[in-house]
């Protein structure tokens, strides 16, 4: 797909009718688009295909003028599909590109093609239609997401790691929960994606410049021929809307920032310290100069990605902010930060669900790492509530006392004989031992969303029936 800056002096031939010569070369290079919006083709020739059948359809061209129209089209689709088309940037862009080449191909009867129909309108259609198939591929990514997490979940319900706030231990949770927490987060950017390929279901093609046209246009049939569910209903708003475009990226950078969070528990959790899990070789890397490690450059990059994501929001807010209605050149610059955006997102899910599925959980340290830092403080205080009556805060003055003189004498809670824990309160009996392991702590959580392996396996199930 090469491309060729050809002679710049000859007025450009689709729309140079009242211009004397062409544009200077720093005009033409500020002006194409062809460079990344040559990605739209697919879409460009299926709307141009959808739009002539209908032009035809309405006697508004000849069926034979159409036949021949989408002929060339045809060959056009699969001369780019095979590397055998020459993209020019005196063409500026792929709509100029294709009709153009149309031209050669059939002669006068291309110039048909664009009869009711403007650029403007094109292009919103061919971006339409590219961002609606990203939200669905998305979509998938996300249920591939989904189900590993879910795997993970159901094979470590039992499993206990402890909870932290603040990063410091709090109290203990399972992995499976855990897991799931990932699920809710990534469920609703799925949520999200399916909103968005909702709003965006219009089809903008007979909007024309901005006006609409006089042509008796029949925009009913182009929209379901194109899988749109309707027309849009205002032309102005057509041409010189982008919400879509934004609605995908926000999308985008909140997805991101799960995954950037998730990518950080997995930097955090495979150094040698924490030691939780351990990455499969096929998703970290060697050191050249260090042979002992492995490092987790693609959970790197995840959160690395973030960054890229969200200054493509915010490039796509700030082209558009000031712009008078309707369509002004400034959104040429829409295309690539999606575009952008679009692949970073794709590589991120993926390699991450790669991630999730090949992540060795050790089990052993995760279940020392909850049943220190007095992780199960908040169970002994619960059980002097139900089984001795105190108020909470009561009981927490009492725990705070049990952990001080734990802490002074180097053990856990569950090592102080029940002597030291009577000399704090009477009430105290050796009954409270059952509640101070880890495990009994977990099966204690069991309310609605809680994270005691039965409701982790409600939630599961939950999910199961939802993906
Ligand atoms: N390449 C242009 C874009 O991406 C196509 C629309 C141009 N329309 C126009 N009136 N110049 O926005």
């Not at 309405?58 to 045809?74: F, P, T, Y």
């Not at 619960?382 to 001080?404: I, K, N, Q, S, Y």
Request: hydrophobic share 45%.
């Amino acid at each position: 797909m090469a491309e060729s800056t050809t002679d710049t002096k000859s007025s450009n031939q689709m729309w140079g009718g009242r211009f004397a010569s062409g544009p200077d070369a720093i005009m033409e290079e500020i002006n194409a688009s062809i460079g990344f919006d040559k990605k739209l083709f697919a879409q460009d020739i299926r709307g141009s295909i959808a739009h002539a059948t209908m032009l035809a359809h309405q006697a508004i061209i000849s069926a034979e003028d159409k036949d021949k129209i989408v002929h060339g089209l045809n060959t056009i689709l699969s001369e780019i599909e095979s590397g055998n088309f020459e993209f020019s940037r005196k063409l500026e862009d792929i709509h100029m590109n294709v009709e153009a080449r149309l031209a050669t191909l059939i002669g006068p009867t291309a110039g048909r093609l664009h009869t009711a129909r403007s650029r403007n309108d094109q292009v919103a259609l061919d971006f339409r239609l590219w961002v609606k198939e990203e939200l669905q591929k998305t979509e998938q990514l996300l249920t591939n997401l989904i189900a590993a997490f879910l795997d993970r979940a159901e094979e470590h319900a039992e499993t206990v790691m402890p909870g932290f706030t603040h990063l410091q231990t709090a109290q203990p949770v399972t992995f499976g929960h855990h897991c799931m927490a990932y699920v809710e987060m990534f469920g609703r950017d799925r949520a999200r994606v399916r909103h968005a390929i909702e709003h965006l279901d219009e089809s903008p093609i007979g909007a024309a410049a901005l006006a609409g046209t006089g042509y008796p246009i029949d925009r009913h049939m182009t929209a379901r021929a194109l899988g749109f569910r309707e027309p849009t209903r205002n032309s102005i708003d057509t041409v010189s809307d982008r919400d879509f475009a934004i609605e995908f990226l926000s999308i985008a950078a909140i997805c991101a920032m799960h995954l950037s969070r998730l990518a950080e528990e997995i930097v955090i959790w495979s150094t040698p310290q924490f030691g939780f899990v351990r990455l499969s070789d096929a998703f970290s890397t060697g050191s050249s100069i260090m042979p002992q490690k492995k490092n987790p450059d693609a959970a790197e990059l995840v959160r690395a990605k973030t960054g890229r994501i969200n200054g493509s929001l915010i490039a796509l807010l700030t082209i558009m902010k000031g712009l008078p209605l309707a369509y002004s050149k400034d959104m040429q610059e829409d295309k690539e930060q999606v575009f952008d955006a679009a692949e970073s997102l794709e590589l991120a899910v993926s390699a991450m669900t790669g991630m999730v599925r090949d992540l060795t959980i050790n089990t052993a340290r995760m279940k020392a790492a909850a049943g220190s830092g007095y992780s199960t403080a908040t169970d002994l205080a619960d059980w002097l509530v139900r089984e001795a009556g105190l108020p909470f805060r009561d009981a927490h003055h009492v725990t705070g006392r049990a952990v001080a003189l734990a802490e002074s004498k180097g053990c856990d809670l569950a090592e102080l004989p029940l002597a030291d824990l009577q000399a704090i309160d009477a009430a105290i009996t050796d009954k409270v031992y059952g509640v101070l392991t880890v495990e009994a702590s977990v099966a204690s959580r069991n309310s609605f969303g809680g994270t005691a392996p039965s409701e982790v396996r409600k939630q599961i199930a939950f999910w199961r029936a939802r993906n």
